[in-house]
Protein backbone atom coordinates (compact mmCIF):
# COMPACT_ATOMS: atom_id res chain seq x y z
CA UNK A 1 0.00 0.00 0.00
CA UNK A 2 1.49 3.32 -0.87
CA UNK A 3 0.80 6.74 1.12
CA UNK A 4 1.25 9.89 0.53
CA UNK A 5 2.71 12.17 3.74
CA UNK A 6 1.20 15.50 4.31
CA UNK A 7 3.03 17.75 7.10
CA UNK A 8 1.38 20.69 7.97
CA UNK A 9 3.68 23.41 10.39
CA UNK A 10 1.14 25.94 11.34
CA UNK A 11 0.93 28.44 14.33
CA UNK A 12 -0.06 26.01 17.25
CA UNK A 13 2.06 23.38 16.11
CA UNK A 14 2.77 20.52 13.52
CA UNK A 15 0.89 17.96 12.13
CA UNK A 16 1.13 14.69 9.61
CA UNK A 17 -1.67 12.69 8.15
CA UNK A 18 -0.70 9.74 5.53
CA UNK A 19 -3.07 8.60 3.37
CA UNK A 20 -3.61 5.87 0.46
CA UNK A 21 -4.13 6.37 -2.74
CA UNK A 22 -8.43 6.46 -2.23
CA UNK A 23 -7.84 9.37 0.26
CA UNK A 24 -8.18 6.95 3.15
CA UNK A 25 -6.39 8.21 6.58
CA UNK A 26 -3.95 5.47 7.48
CA UNK A 27 -1.61 7.44 10.10
CA UNK A 28 -2.01 11.22 12.26
CA UNK A 29 0.34 12.44 14.25
CA UNK A 30 0.86 15.45 16.33
CA UNK A 31 3.56 18.03 17.62
CA UNK A 32 2.14 20.95 19.58
CA UNK A 33 4.33 24.12 19.68
CA UNK A 34 4.78 26.22 23.08
CA UNK A 35 4.59 30.07 22.43
CA UNK A 36 8.87 30.39 22.77
CA UNK A 37 8.79 27.40 20.31
CA UNK A 38 7.06 28.90 17.31
CA UNK A 39 10.13 30.69 16.21
CA UNK A 40 12.84 28.63 16.87
CA UNK A 41 14.23 26.19 13.82
CA UNK A 42 15.80 23.72 16.00
CA UNK A 43 12.26 23.17 17.68
CA UNK A 44 10.74 23.37 13.83
CA UNK A 45 13.75 20.33 12.89
CA UNK A 46 12.65 18.24 15.94
CA UNK A 47 9.14 18.18 14.98
CA UNK A 48 9.68 17.00 11.68
CA UNK A 49 11.79 14.00 12.74
CA UNK A 50 9.21 13.36 15.50
CA UNK A 51 6.30 13.23 13.11
CA UNK A 52 8.15 11.21 11.05
CA UNK A 53 8.73 8.39 13.98
CA UNK A 54 5.54 8.37 14.89
CA UNK A 55 4.63 8.14 11.03
CA UNK A 56 6.73 4.91 10.67
CA UNK A 57 5.38 3.65 14.00
CA UNK A 58 1.61 4.08 12.83
CA UNK A 59 1.64 3.19 9.14
CA UNK A 60 -0.34 -0.16 8.59
CA UNK A 61 2.13 -3.32 8.07
CA UNK A 62 3.09 -3.06 4.17
CA UNK A 63 2.12 0.21 4.02
CA UNK A 64 4.80 2.68 2.47
CA UNK A 65 5.44 6.15 2.28
CA UNK A 66 6.07 7.10 -1.60
CA UNK A 67 5.85 10.94 -1.64
CA UNK A 68 6.22 13.91 1.35
CA UNK A 69 5.02 17.64 1.19
CA UNK A 70 5.10 20.10 3.75
CA UNK A 71 2.85 23.20 4.51
CA UNK A 72 4.61 26.34 6.50
CA UNK A 73 2.95 29.19 7.50
CA UNK A 74 2.80 32.10 4.91
CA UNK A 75 5.43 34.72 4.94
CA UNK A 76 7.55 33.06 7.79
CA UNK A 77 10.82 33.23 6.50
CA UNK A 78 14.86 32.36 6.91
CA UNK A 79 17.84 33.37 6.24
CA UNK A 80 20.54 30.18 5.57
CA UNK A 81 24.21 29.49 5.12
CA UNK A 82 25.43 27.66 2.18
CA UNK A 83 24.59 24.41 4.64
CA UNK A 84 21.22 25.39 5.32
CA UNK A 85 21.54 26.35 8.88
CA UNK A 86 19.74 29.71 9.89
CA UNK A 87 22.28 32.65 11.25
CA UNK A 88 19.53 34.81 12.27
CA UNK A 89 15.87 34.26 14.21
CA UNK A 90 13.04 33.83 11.40
CA UNK A 91 10.50 36.22 10.89
CA UNK A 92 7.06 34.90 11.67
CA UNK A 93 4.07 35.63 9.28
CA UNK A 94 2.60 37.66 11.59
CA UNK A 95 6.47 39.90 12.47
CA UNK A 96 5.62 43.59 11.34
CA UNK A 97 9.42 45.01 11.41
CA UNK A 98 9.43 45.38 7.20
CA UNK A 99 7.00 48.31 8.41
CA UNK A 100 10.38 50.14 8.84
CA UNK A 101 11.11 49.66 5.24
CA UNK A 102 7.14 49.88 3.96
CA UNK A 103 8.80 53.25 2.20
CA UNK A 104 11.67 51.27 -0.02
CA UNK A 105 8.67 48.45 -0.69
CA UNK A 106 6.51 51.13 -2.47
CA UNK A 107 9.16 52.95 -4.35
CA UNK A 108 10.01 49.24 -5.55
CA UNK A 109 7.40 47.17 -5.84
CA UNK A 110 4.01 48.41 -8.70
CA UNK A 111 0.99 50.00 -6.80
CA UNK A 112 -0.75 47.74 -4.43
CA UNK A 113 0.84 44.73 -5.34
CA UNK A 114 1.18 41.78 -2.81
CA UNK A 115 4.14 42.70 -1.61
CA UNK A 116 3.49 46.19 -0.36
CA UNK A 117 2.45 45.06 3.29
CA UNK A 118 4.76 45.39 6.41
CA UNK A 119 4.72 41.40 6.90
CA UNK A 120 5.09 39.99 3.24
CA UNK A 121 8.40 38.15 2.67
CA UNK A 122 9.46 40.60 0.29
CA UNK A 123 9.41 43.43 3.09
CA UNK A 124 11.23 41.40 5.52
CA UNK A 125 14.05 40.54 3.14
CA UNK A 126 14.64 44.61 2.49
CA UNK A 127 14.43 44.71 6.56
CA UNK A 128 17.10 42.28 6.71
CA UNK A 129 19.28 44.15 3.67
CA UNK A 130 18.69 47.62 5.40
CA UNK A 131 19.81 45.88 8.75
CA UNK A 132 23.15 44.14 7.18
CA UNK A 133 22.31 41.01 7.99
CA UNK A 134 22.57 39.66 4.26
CA UNK A 135 25.14 38.27 2.57
CA UNK A 136 25.56 37.09 -1.48
CA UNK A 137 26.06 33.39 -0.18
CA UNK A 138 22.94 33.31 1.76
CA UNK A 139 19.59 31.80 0.90
CA UNK A 140 16.11 33.08 1.67
CA UNK A 141 13.81 30.42 2.33
CA UNK A 142 10.17 30.13 3.47
CA UNK A 143 9.38 27.59 6.44
CA UNK A 144 8.23 25.11 4.15
CA UNK A 145 11.38 25.29 1.96
CA UNK A 146 13.51 24.53 4.89
CA UNK A 147 11.71 22.19 6.33
CA UNK A 148 11.57 19.70 3.22
CA UNK A 149 15.24 20.69 2.71
CA UNK A 150 15.74 18.71 5.10
CA UNK A 151 15.03 15.81 3.75
CA UNK A 152 15.48 16.07 0.10
CA UNK A 153 19.16 18.15 1.04
CA UNK A 154 18.57 20.69 -2.05
CA UNK A 155 19.17 24.38 -0.99
CA UNK A 156 17.22 27.09 -2.62
CA UNK A 157 13.73 25.83 -3.89
CA UNK A 158 10.39 26.94 -3.56
CA UNK A 159 6.69 26.60 -4.50
CA UNK A 160 4.57 29.48 -5.93
CA UNK A 161 2.23 29.21 -3.02
CA UNK A 162 5.27 30.68 -0.43
CA UNK A 163 6.89 32.27 -3.31
CA UNK A 164 4.02 34.98 -3.70
CA UNK A 165 4.72 37.33 -1.20
CA UNK A 166 8.21 37.49 -2.34
CA UNK A 167 7.03 38.70 -5.61
CA UNK A 168 7.57 35.80 -7.40
CA UNK A 169 5.12 35.82 -10.71
CA UNK A 170 2.91 32.86 -10.44
CA UNK A 171 2.16 32.31 -14.27
CA UNK A 172 5.42 32.67 -15.46
CA UNK A 173 7.37 31.59 -12.35
CA UNK A 174 10.05 34.11 -12.48
CA UNK A 175 10.95 37.15 -10.35
CA UNK A 176 9.63 40.27 -11.90
CA UNK A 177 12.66 42.82 -13.09
CA UNK A 178 11.07 45.79 -10.48
CA UNK A 179 12.12 43.15 -7.89
CA UNK A 180 15.38 41.86 -9.02
CA UNK A 181 16.54 45.44 -9.50
CA UNK A 182 15.33 47.05 -6.87
CA UNK A 183 16.86 44.98 -4.57
CA UNK A 184 20.06 45.25 -5.90
CA UNK A 185 20.10 48.94 -5.73
CA UNK A 186 19.99 48.98 -1.97
CA UNK A 187 21.96 45.81 -1.33
CA UNK A 188 25.40 46.79 -1.97
CA UNK A 189 26.15 43.72 -3.17
CA UNK A 190 24.78 41.20 0.37
CA UNK A 191 21.30 40.17 -2.01
CA UNK A 192 21.39 36.37 -0.80
CA UNK A 193 20.17 33.84 -3.15
CA UNK A 194 16.40 33.77 -3.59
CA UNK A 195 14.91 30.27 -4.63
CA UNK A 196 14.22 28.76 -7.74
CA UNK A 197 10.35 28.74 -7.64
CA UNK A 198 8.11 25.35 -8.98
CA UNK A 199 4.39 24.60 -8.65
CA UNK A 200 3.41 23.02 -5.63
CA UNK A 201 3.88 19.28 -5.59
CA UNK A 202 6.76 19.15 -7.85
CA UNK A 203 8.89 16.31 -7.13
CA UNK A 204 12.25 17.63 -5.90
CA UNK A 205 13.96 15.02 -5.03
CA UNK A 206 14.24 11.64 -3.05
CA UNK A 207 14.92 11.17 0.74
CA UNK A 208 18.14 11.52 1.88
CA UNK A 209 19.29 7.85 2.89
CA UNK A 210 20.69 9.06 6.60
CA UNK A 211 16.73 10.15 6.92
CA UNK A 212 15.32 7.16 5.24
CA UNK A 213 17.57 4.96 6.77
CA UNK A 214 16.84 6.40 10.13
CA UNK A 215 13.09 6.42 10.19
CA UNK A 216 12.50 3.43 8.11
CA UNK A 217 11.02 4.97 5.08
CA UNK A 218 11.90 4.09 1.09
CA UNK A 219 14.61 5.19 -0.56
CA UNK A 220 13.01 5.92 -3.36
CA UNK A 221 10.51 8.15 -1.37
CA UNK A 222 9.62 11.89 -3.24
CA UNK A 223 9.81 14.98 -1.45
CA UNK A 224 7.37 17.31 -3.48
CA UNK A 225 7.40 21.16 -3.10
CA UNK A 226 5.03 22.14 -0.49
CA UNK A 227 2.32 25.05 0.29
CA UNK A 228 1.22 27.09 2.62
CA UNK A 229 -1.06 26.24 5.46
CA UNK A 230 -4.11 28.26 4.05
CA UNK A 231 -3.99 26.63 0.90
CA UNK A 232 -3.10 22.84 2.44
CA UNK A 233 -6.53 23.88 4.36
CA UNK A 234 -8.62 24.85 1.07
CA UNK A 235 -7.24 22.07 -0.64
CA UNK A 236 -8.60 19.69 1.84
CA UNK A 237 -11.72 21.43 2.40
CA UNK A 238 -13.56 20.24 -0.94
CA UNK A 239 -13.62 23.59 -2.83
CA UNK A 240 -14.21 23.01 -6.80
CA UNK A 241 -16.18 25.66 -8.33
CA UNK A 242 -16.02 29.37 -8.97
CA UNK A 243 -18.05 31.40 -5.83
CA UNK A 244 -17.24 28.15 -3.34
CA UNK A 245 -14.70 29.43 -0.14
CA UNK A 246 -13.37 28.30 2.66
CA UNK A 247 -12.65 29.54 5.97
CA UNK A 248 -9.80 28.43 8.14
CA UNK A 249 -10.83 28.92 12.00
CA UNK A 250 -7.31 28.42 13.71
CA UNK A 251 -5.05 30.67 15.43
CA UNK A 252 -5.98 33.26 12.96
CA UNK A 253 -8.46 33.63 10.09
CA UNK A 254 -7.76 33.05 6.90
CA UNK A 255 -10.65 33.42 4.18
CA UNK A 256 -9.88 31.98 0.69
CA UNK A 257 -12.85 32.76 -2.37
CA UNK A 258 -12.43 30.44 -5.66
CA UNK A 259 -12.67 32.65 -8.08
CA UNK A 260 -12.51 33.76 -12.10
CA UNK A 261 -10.64 36.70 -11.43
CA UNK A 262 -7.31 37.50 -9.65
CA UNK A 263 -8.07 40.54 -7.07
CA UNK A 264 -4.56 41.91 -5.56
CA UNK A 265 -4.68 44.68 -3.90
CA UNK A 266 -1.57 45.54 -0.76
CA UNK A 267 -4.56 48.27 0.64
CA UNK A 268 -6.25 45.68 2.38
CA UNK A 269 -4.12 42.60 2.33
CA UNK A 270 -5.50 40.99 -0.22
CA UNK A 271 -3.34 38.38 -2.62
CA UNK A 272 -4.59 35.61 -5.07
CA UNK A 273 -2.16 32.27 -5.41
CA UNK A 274 -3.23 30.26 -8.55
CA UNK A 275 -5.02 27.00 -8.58
CA UNK A 276 -5.36 25.61 -12.18
CA UNK A 277 -7.14 28.39 -13.88
CA UNK A 278 -9.08 29.70 -11.35
CA UNK A 279 -7.82 31.77 -8.66
CA UNK A 280 -7.55 31.39 -4.62
CA UNK A 281 -8.48 34.71 -3.91
CA UNK A 282 -8.72 36.08 -0.16
CA UNK A 283 -6.26 37.38 3.34
CA UNK A 284 -5.72 36.52 6.57
CA UNK A 285 -6.50 38.26 9.14
CA UNK A 286 -4.54 38.28 12.98
CA UNK A 287 -7.96 37.67 14.78
CA UNK A 288 -9.24 34.35 15.51
CA UNK A 289 -8.88 31.60 18.16
CA UNK A 290 -5.50 32.70 19.60
CA UNK A 291 -7.87 35.39 21.46
CA UNK A 292 -10.34 32.61 22.85
CA UNK A 293 -7.49 30.98 23.97
CA UNK A 294 -6.30 33.83 25.78
CA UNK A 295 -9.44 33.88 27.78
CA UNK A 296 -10.75 30.32 28.10
CA UNK A 297 -9.68 26.42 28.13
CA UNK A 298 -11.11 24.00 25.42
CA UNK A 299 -13.66 22.51 27.80
CA UNK A 300 -14.69 26.14 28.72
CA UNK A 301 -15.26 27.34 25.33
CA UNK A 302 -17.66 24.41 25.10
CA UNK A 303 -19.66 24.60 27.80
CA UNK A 304 -19.98 28.14 27.04
CA UNK A 305 -20.66 27.92 23.54
CA UNK A 306 -23.81 25.51 24.38
CA UNK A 307 -25.32 28.60 26.55
CA UNK A 308 -25.05 31.56 23.94
CA UNK A 309 -28.46 33.30 22.82
CA UNK A 310 -29.46 33.14 18.99
CA UNK A 311 -29.70 37.08 19.31
CA UNK A 312 -27.03 38.92 17.62
CA UNK A 313 -24.22 40.03 20.74
CA UNK A 314 -24.36 44.82 21.07
CA UNK A 315 -20.57 44.26 22.06
CA UNK A 316 -18.25 45.13 19.78
CA UNK A 317 -14.59 43.84 19.89
CA UNK A 318 -11.50 43.89 17.44
CA UNK A 319 -9.90 40.51 18.54
CA UNK A 320 -6.16 40.68 18.32
CA UNK A 321 -3.44 39.34 20.40
CA UNK A 322 -1.46 42.22 20.12
CA UNK A 323 -1.41 45.63 18.04
CA UNK A 324 -1.40 44.83 14.10
CA UNK A 325 -3.92 43.89 11.55
CA UNK A 326 -3.56 42.80 7.66
CA UNK A 327 -6.58 41.66 6.68
CA UNK A 328 -9.80 42.97 6.21
CA UNK A 329 -7.51 45.91 7.78
CA UNK A 330 -4.18 46.11 6.55
CA UNK A 331 -2.90 48.21 9.77
CA UNK A 332 0.40 47.09 11.58
CA UNK A 333 -0.56 49.36 14.66
CA UNK A 334 -3.38 48.19 14.58
CA UNK A 335 -5.10 48.14 18.31
CA UNK A 336 -7.14 45.54 19.93
CA UNK A 337 -10.28 46.21 21.10
CA UNK A 338 -11.34 43.73 23.62
CA UNK A 339 -13.41 46.57 26.07
CA UNK A 340 -16.27 46.79 27.36
CA UNK A 341 -15.44 42.88 29.27
CA UNK A 342 -18.98 41.70 30.81
CA UNK A 343 -18.55 39.70 33.99
CA UNK A 344 -20.83 36.90 32.66
CA UNK A 345 -18.01 34.63 30.95
CA UNK A 346 -21.22 33.69 28.45
CA UNK A 347 -21.69 37.35 27.21
CA UNK A 348 -18.24 38.12 26.54
CA UNK A 349 -17.50 34.75 24.68
CA UNK A 350 -20.62 35.71 23.03
CA UNK A 351 -19.45 39.11 22.07
CA UNK A 352 -15.96 37.41 20.80
CA UNK A 353 -17.69 35.00 18.81
CA UNK A 354 -20.16 37.82 17.42
CA UNK A 355 -16.91 40.23 16.49
CA UNK A 356 -15.30 37.61 14.53
CA UNK A 357 -17.58 36.75 12.40
CA UNK A 358 -18.19 39.89 11.46
CA UNK A 359 -14.26 40.36 10.73
CA UNK A 360 -15.05 37.20 8.33
CA UNK A 361 -18.74 38.79 6.24
CA UNK A 362 -16.27 42.11 6.06
CA UNK A 363 -13.36 39.92 4.33
CA UNK A 364 -16.01 38.31 1.97
CA UNK A 365 -17.75 41.43 1.17
CA UNK A 366 -14.19 43.45 0.65
CA UNK A 367 -13.56 40.78 -2.01
CA UNK A 368 -17.02 41.01 -3.99
CA UNK A 369 -16.40 44.67 -4.08
CA UNK A 370 -13.02 44.11 -5.76
CA UNK A 371 -14.53 41.97 -8.31
CA UNK A 372 -14.13 38.36 -7.03
CA UNK A 373 -16.73 35.98 -7.85
CA UNK A 374 -19.68 36.11 -5.31
CA UNK A 375 -19.96 33.69 -2.60
CA UNK A 376 -22.14 30.59 -3.17
CA UNK A 377 -21.32 28.49 -0.13
CA UNK A 378 -18.41 28.48 3.07
CA UNK A 379 -16.56 25.49 3.76
CA UNK A 380 -14.87 25.75 7.53
CA UNK A 381 -11.55 24.36 8.57
CA UNK A 382 -9.30 24.64 11.60
CA UNK A 383 -10.45 24.03 15.31
CA UNK A 384 -13.33 26.78 15.08
CA UNK A 385 -15.12 24.54 12.31
CA UNK A 386 -16.41 22.32 15.14
CA UNK A 387 -18.20 24.83 16.77
CA UNK A 388 -21.99 24.66 15.79
CA UNK A 389 -23.25 27.83 17.76
CA UNK A 390 -20.30 29.93 16.15
CA UNK A 391 -21.25 28.57 12.69
CA UNK A 392 -25.10 29.64 13.69
CA UNK A 393 -23.43 33.44 14.04
CA UNK A 394 -21.28 33.16 11.22
CA UNK A 395 -24.76 31.62 9.02
CA UNK A 396 -26.32 35.44 10.09
CA UNK A 397 -23.49 37.31 8.94
CA UNK A 398 -22.71 35.65 5.77
CA UNK A 399 -26.38 34.26 4.69
CA UNK A 400 -24.61 31.56 2.68
CA UNK A 401 -24.85 28.17 3.44
CA UNK A 402 -21.98 26.78 6.00
CA UNK A 403 -20.58 23.95 5.62
CA UNK A 404 -18.11 21.53 7.70
CA UNK A 405 -15.26 20.80 5.37
CA UNK A 406 -14.69 17.04 5.00
CA UNK A 407 -11.29 17.06 5.96
CA UNK A 408 -10.32 20.25 8.43
CA UNK A 409 -6.37 19.19 8.55
CA UNK A 410 -4.19 21.46 6.52
CA UNK A 411 -1.98 17.94 6.85
CA UNK A 412 -4.31 16.16 4.86
CA UNK A 413 -4.96 19.05 1.75
CA UNK A 414 -0.98 18.03 1.83
CA UNK A 415 -0.96 15.10 1.56
CA UNK A 416 -3.09 15.35 -1.45
CA UNK A 417 -0.92 17.78 -3.12
CA UNK A 418 2.09 15.14 -2.37
CA UNK A 419 -0.16 12.31 -3.83
CA UNK A 420 -1.64 14.31 -6.98
Known amino acids: MECA ?23 QAESPFTPSATANPATWREALFALLE ?25 LCDASGEPVVPPLLYNDGSGAA ?11 NHTVVSATS ?75 RVVAPGTPIGQLIPDIAHRFGFSLQCLVCAGTTDSIAACLASGVQHPGEAVTSLGSTIVLKLLSRSRIEDSRYGI ?27 DAELATLSDRLPDTESSLNYYPLTQPGE ?45 GATPISRVYTAGGGAKNAPWSRIRHRHLRVPILQSPHTEAAYGTALLAQN
Open 271 to 297: YSHRLGNLWLTGGASNAGGAVLRNFFT
Open 5 to 27: LGIDFGTSGARAIAIDTAGEIRS
Open 101 to 111: VLDKVTEIAPA
Open 326 to 370: RFPINDPQYPPKLEPRPDDPVAFLHGLLESLARIEARGYQLLQQL
Open 121 to 195: SFAKLLWWLEGGATKSEYFFLHQADWLAFLLHGQLGISDYHNALKLGCDPVNLWYPKWLVEGIHRIANGRVPQLP
Open 54 to 78: TTRQQLPQGAIVSRIAINGTSATVL
